[in-house]
């Protein structure tokens, strides 16, 4: 089986490139900055080095948010071909804390309040409000570079001054008390493969470890867990990190990254992330060759703890092939249907829509 990883190439992708060299027959290593993509009339087309990019059973796509909208371009046009980790949809809204925390929120997922308003002067008028301290945060930034720290309301106006001219938007969040550290689950699958506490240096809020904070493994509760898993579910993201904060009341979610290192988990756990990963991709790319685009929906369901309205949901994202004029299905039709030659069947068309059922001999009554 042959595999791809399309990223920035950074440290992390490398270890996860040379990982999956031990499970996948061939794996290689595409940057994103040599993509190209073409939207034409009946069809998207990648292109690599100004070549068609090749078939594969798995294609891991990750990067910043740079380079979102190419993402989200790649993956929307392979989603339903070959394996990938990521939804198209997943790009954009992790990218972007408050477009995850309106995700987050449509699944019950604890998080801190957070506050929203499309002009400087709006802003002003909810910091006029809110308890203090809080903290304004830039939905895009990273490695707590776009985090501030506000005690009163004179400290927040005027870093709105000052962040006013760069036309930049900010959200306002409640400030949770956690000792300056927060807790980073990785989420692969239905797990939590592996987990550790990041604790802010002195005199520093954020607990980011390019920020100075230093990591130290842990273990999760099954709440803690459960909720990072859900988190992933949510957002599509079957290879996460979560990153939450730990409060008294229960754990709050923060953020969740689709392109976490992997230096530092591997690090402050001593857990071989890449080879977890790895396997994983395999794991999935073979069921995904084996049993065609077919998905689980109840099972989905399931782990969001929303019970489905029917035992057994099949649901395949396809195109259908036609000969002629004949509309032919895809072969695992056949093989999720059971359907033999003898069968007699009802047909049902309309405009748009199909169904076909099996009128039931007397051995099935
Ligand atoms: N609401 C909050 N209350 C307290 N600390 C926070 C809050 N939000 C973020 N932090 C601190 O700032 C750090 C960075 O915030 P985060 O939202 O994860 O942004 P980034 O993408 O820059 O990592 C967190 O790891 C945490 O230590
Ligand atoms: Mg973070």
Redesign the pocket.
């Given at each position: 089986m042959k595999a791809a990883i399309i990223s920035l190439e950074s440290e992390s992708s490398k270890w996860t490139v040379k990982a999956m060299q031990k499970y996948f027959d061939k794996v290689d290593s595409i940057n994103v900055k040599e993509i190209e993509v073409r939207s034409l009339k009946n069809k998207i087309d990648i292109l690599h080095n100004g070549k068609l990019l090749e078939k594969y059973d798995c294609v891991y796509v990750k990067g910043s948010f740079r380079y979102a909208l190419t993402l989200t371009a790649i993956t929307s046009a392979l989603f339903n071909k070959t394996y990938m980790p990521i939804a198209p949809e997943s790009f954009d809204i992790v990218h972007d804390?408050f477009l995850t925390q309106l995700v987050l929120q449509k699944y019950n997922i604890p998080m801190?309040d957070t506050y929203l308003a499309p002009t400087i002067d709006a802003v002003r008028g909810i910091l006029r409000k809110v308890n203090y301290p809080i903290?304004i945060?830039l939905p895009s930034?990273?490695?707590?570079?776009?985090?501030m720290?506000a005690d009163s309301f004179p400290a927040a106006s005027s870093m709105l001054d000052a962040i006013g001219p760069l036309k930049v938007k900010v959200v306002i969040?409640?400030?949770?008390?956690?000792n300056?550290?927060?807790t980073r689950a990785i989420v692969v699958g239905d797990k939590v493969v592996a987990s550790y506490q990041?604790k802010?240096t002195k005199g520093e809020?954020?607990?980011?470890i390019h920020?100075g904070?230093v990591g130290v493994k842990c273990v999760l509760d099954e709440k803690t867990k459960r909720i990072a898993i859900k988190t992933a579910k949510a957002l599509k993201a079957d290879i996460c990190a979560v990153?939450i904060?730990e409060t008294n009341l229960g754990p709050?979610v923060?953020?969740a990254?689709l392109s976490p290192g992997l230096q530092g988990v591997t690090k402050y756990t001593g857990i071989d992330v890449a080879d977890i990963i790895a396997k994983f991709l395999y794991k999935k790319a073979k069921e995904f060759k084996d049993k065609g685009k077919v998905k689980d929906t109840s099972k989905i369901f399931e782990d969001l703890g929303i019970k489905a309205t029917t035992d057994e949901i099949k649901e395949i994202i396809t195109n259908v092939d036609f000969r002629g004029n004949r509309i032919l299905l895809p072969e695992l039709i056949t093989k999720i249907t059971k359907f033999d030659e003898k069968d007699e069947l009802v047909i049902r068309a309309d405009k748009d829509r199909l169904s076909i059922e099996k009128i039931k001999g007397e051995e099935n009554k």
């Open positions: 804390k801190p903290i945060k930034g990273t490695g707590g570079k776009g985090v720290f969040q409640e400030y949770i008390e956690t300056s550290t927060d990041r802010a809020k954020r607990a980011n920020m904070g990153d904060l709050l923060i953020e990254n």
